[in-house]
């Protein structure tokens, strides 16, 4: 086994390791089904689900499911959590936000897929049963924890009526929600018209961030994280991990670097994609410069 697919496993472990963590101080305070908590159910379905797919992925050596599966583990966890129990507004609310943003995510992802292609990070992985493991194992860890402080709202046994607070985080994240769509739009435009061919999008929100959608996807969590903050207690707030394990892991792990690397390594020798990243943030946005 190479020192990459001990990696592979390692990271395997870990994640299973963190994903039972963060199940054991999400359910506290929780709702049960018979003697198993509901939000550790949900743990255990969202590693599950990503395992299951992996197998005909890894046998077909594709990953054209990869994203869609993502995007039904959060509609599965979402149903399972409000047929579990009796929802209340809250959680009818937190179900709501986080199912409108699956579906559009995900079906922005898989069309992009089916459009472009296959995802050039898989090609190194996919061979190696331990390291595409580590991906759909990842993912379902993605899933949880970027759920749970919404999930541990939506499973509490001490619901509280909603009030002020929560309508601040629906609007806050109405505002990262917007963003992002809007973002993905006007690069999918751009990519759309031949005469943009090998070149960099700096319009729109690209013109105040290089990375706007990904400032959309952690404002919107931040917005979760805000509406289930009233119900939370004890160990639960651990959950609120969540906008802080998204900013992160798109900052420092797999989205900006990647693609800032992938950047400079096609436009970094142009005189204009250089004063493009001078004179535009990287993530949170800023009205945008003379060129």
């Known amino acids: 086994m190479s020192q990459a697919e001990r990696t592979g496993v390692a990271a395997v472990a870990v994640s299973v390791a963190i994903g039972v963590a963060i199940s054991w101080a999400g359910s506290q305070g929780g709702t049960t089904l018979g003697a198993l908590p509901v939000f550790a159910l949900c743990g255990l379905l969202s590693f599950g689900i990503n ?26 966890i979402v149903g399972v959590a409000l047929v579990s129990g009796t929802p209340d507004v ?3 609310i937190l179900g ?12 922005f992802l898989f069309a992009r897929i089916r459009r472009d292609g296959g995802d050039g990070r898989f090609d190194a992985l996919k061979p190696s049963l331990p390291r595409f493991l580590m991906t759909w194992t990842l993912q379902a860890l993605w899933v949880l924890l970027t759920l749970s402080s919404a999930l541990a709202a939506m499973t509490t046994a001490r619901p509280e009526p909603l009030g ?57 969590w931040c917005g979760v994280a805000v509406v289930a903050f009233p119900v939370l207690t004890g160990w639960q707030y651990v959950t609120l991990v969540s906008p802080l394990f998204v900013y992160i892991l798109l900052t420092r792990v797999s989205g900006i670097p990647l693609l ?13 994609y250089r004063a493009y990243t001078e004179r535009t943030p990287i993530l949170f946005p800023r009205p945008p410069r003379s060129a």
Do not use: C
């Not at 709501?96 to 079906?107: E, K, N, P, S, Y």
């Not at 800032?260 to 204009?272: K, L, M, P, S």
């Open 164 to 220: 002020a607070f929560a309508g601040f985080g629906v609007l806050i994240w109405v505002l990262g929600f917007s963003t992002e769509v809007v973002a993905d739009r006007q690069k999918g435009r751009f990519r759309a018209d031949p005469a943009n061919r090998d070149q960099f999008i700096q319009s729109g929100l690209w013109a105040w961030s290089r990375h706007p959608n990904y400032f959309g996807e952690i404002v919107l």
């Open 90 to 92: 809250r959680a009818l």
């Open 51 to 76: 395992w299951l797919v992996f197998v005909p992925a890894y046998v077909f050596q594709t990953e054209r499911y990869f994203d869609l599966t993502g995007s039904v583990t959060y509609l599965s």
């Open 260 to 272: 800032e690397a992938r950047g400079q390594q096609r436009w970094g020798n142009r005189t204009e």
């Open 96 to 107: 709501a936000m986080v199912a409108v943003w699956a579906v559009r995510l995900g079906g």
